[in-house]
Structures are given as structure tokens and as C-alpha cells.
Nanobody, 124 residues
């Protein structure tokens, strides 16, 4: 049974930081690119970051560049997202996802496995 379980979200003041984690099980983790998306109320799911199977390549959405950092540990089946200098507009549910495709897929439809998400709320 495939599972992606996110953790690390919460309520944080503007300017603060969080580290989101996602633990994967039920599939061959190092055969999949991993991504993070976010979705704010009333908005479409937005690509945040992706990382290649080996972790040697990373890609970021325009809103995430310079602010977020994605990493993975294939020995622990874990992908993480360090989020810094948070702003109220970063408030959203953050999802981790797995894609069999290479090359840093940015579309949600490119990801076959999804977690349930972790809420990040940034207060001003």
C-alpha cells in the first residue's frame, strides 16, 4: 500500500521558518522523482519544488525560488522542504507527491502518488 505522510506544518509568524517532511512507503522510493505542491483556499494547486531520483537535481516554482529548499534521503525514504522567510501568502496546505517521470515535472497530473497534506499558516 502506497503511503506518503507529511508532517511539520503549523502556525508560524511572518518571517519564520518551517521544515516539512514526507515519509514514503509502499513503492521503490529512489525510482521516483518527488515534488511538493501547495494549495491555498480557492486557488489551484501550485508547484513548489521537485527533486530528482538521486537528489542531484532540483527545480523550483517561481514563488519558491530563494525561499524554499527541497532535499531527500533515499536511505530513509524521506523528502523534505525547508521553508524560510514565510509570508502570509505562503499559507496553504502543502502536499508531497511522487512521479515516475524524470526532469522535474511541474504539473500535478504528472504525479501518481499524493499525501494528504500538512497545513501551514503564516500570521502577519
Amino acid at each position: 500500500q502506497v503511503q506518503l505522510v507529511e508532517s511539520g506544518g503549523g502556525l508560524v509568524q511572518a518571517g519564520g521558518s518551517l521544515r516539512l517532511s514526507c515519509v514514503a512507503s509502499g513503492f521503490t522510493f529512489n525510482a521516483y522523482a518527488m515534488g511538493w505542491f501547495r494549495q491555498a483556499p480557492g486557488k489551484e494547486r501550485e508547484f513548489v519544488a521537485a527533486i530528482s531520483r538521486s537528489g542531484s537535481s532540483t527545480w523550483y516554482g517561481d514563488s519558491a525560488k530563494g525561499q524554499f529548499a527541497i532535499s531527500r534521503d533515499n536511505a530513509k525514504n524521506t523528502v523534505s522542504l525547508q521553508v524560510n522567510m514565510l509570508k502570509p501568502e505562503d499559507t496553504a496546505v502543502y502536499y508531497c507527491a511522487a512521479s515516475i517521470l524524470s526532469g522535474g515535472p511541474v504539473r500535478p497530473s504528472s504525479y501518481g502518488y499524493w499525501g494528504r497534506g500538512t497545513q501551514v499558516t503564516v500570521s502577519s
